[in-house]
């Protein structure tokens, strides 16, 4: 097991092994036609721009997303200046808080899907399997946008082989495909969740299936690249008057970071370019194919099934 960092309680990378990291550079390393084939019958290849069809009249609209930003930044302007006449007033700063958040977000929204960029949140998954109002939401977009930012870093430093929305689109599929139940189910209900959990490490054991740890480690070996690793360390408690605390011991933070310390898991790194996985993408190429079986436990049950039903046929006539 690697070392502790002795400042920061962490590894370099989080990662348990050298073996790791080179499986963690190795994936990184994965070209876009190894992930996005062509079907047999040459209906469901999958590319960076594709539309996925006409816009649902449900979706949210990008442009009326990115044409808050400056309402926005003008609340904040407003909230700021009655922050400074009432320095004091906790309402005010929380209001102030706000919308400084709001429009740090929709700044990086703009920098990643503005008017010049090459993505579009609807361009993620096939039209099928997208939420009511889609993903043009301001949490959505933005949590999509940092992804974006961090695999871009990567891509630019010759550590990121795939375009980053291509990647972050695999990693989102693979997810979809592995957390389905019954052949032609859709992650309509939860794909949200995929979105707003897929590169995060916590606690909650329901937000924890929609994780996928090589995003994770992804976003943590960018971090390490832009010498901004040190936010991911623990969090240090805040002692009321006397700024942070710092005199824990340290045998109790190697405790709790390792307790918490996120690995490649083999569910995420196994089986990358399963035939699942672009069944859930294609569906919306090929309307009237087969319902598609996903592996699995699901995927056993769901061939036994459907062996003793042509049996029967068989039987019957």
Not at 14 to 29: I, N
Not at 213 to 221: C, E, I, N, Y
Not at 235 to 251: A, D, S, V
Request: proline content about 6%; aromatic content about 8%; overall charge positive.
């Amino acid at each position: 097991m690697a070392a502790f960092h002795q400042t920061t309680g962490i590894t370099p990378l989080c990662l348990d092994t050298e073996e790791d990291v080179a499986t963690l550079e190795r994936l990184l390393m994965t070209p876009f036609e190894q992930v996005y084939k062509l079907s047999p019958d040459g209906k469901t290849y999958v590319e960076p721009y594709l539309l996925l069809g006409t816009p649902e009249s449900s979706w949210d609209s990008l442009d009326a997303l990115l044409a808050r930003q400056d309402p926005e930044a003008e609340k904040k302007r407003e909230a700021h200046a009655h922050l400074q006449r009432n320095p004091n007033d906790k309402a005010l700063q929380k209001v102030f808080k706000h919308y400084s958040d709001n429009s740090s977000k929709f700044k990086k929204i703009r920098d990643i899907f503005g008017e010049h960029g090459r993505y579009h949140p609807n361009q993620l998954i096939g039209k099928r399997c997208l939420p009511e109002q889609g993903l043009c939401q301001m949490e959505a977009m933005y949590k999509l946008a940092c992804k974006i930012s961090d695999l871009q870093c990567l891509q630019n430093n010759g550590k990121l082989m795939m375009d980053p929305f291509d990647f972050i689109r695999w990693r989102v599929i693979k997810k979809a495909a592995s957390l389905l139940v019954m052949p032609g189910d859709t992650p309509k209900p939860f794909l949200r969740s995929i979105v707003y959990r897929l590169g995060d490490d916590c606690n909650d054991i329901k937000g924890k299936i929609y994780e996928d740890s090589v995003m994770r480690q992804a976003a943590l070996l960018s971090a390490r690249e832009r010498n901004l690793l040190n936010s991911y360390g623990p969090r240090k408690k805040f002692i009321k008057g006397g700024g942070r605390q710092t005199h824990l011991p340290f045998r109790r933070v190697i405790r709790n970071v390792q307790a918490r310390r996120p690995r490649l898991l083999s569910g995420d790194v196994n089986n990358g370019t399963s035939e699942a996985s672009r069944q859930v993408e294609g569906q919306q190429a090929r309307p009237n194919a087969v319902p598609p079986i996903y592996t699995g436990i699901n995927d056993y049950r769901a061939r036994q099934q459907q062996r003793l039903q042509a049996q029967r046929r068989e039987n019957d006539k």
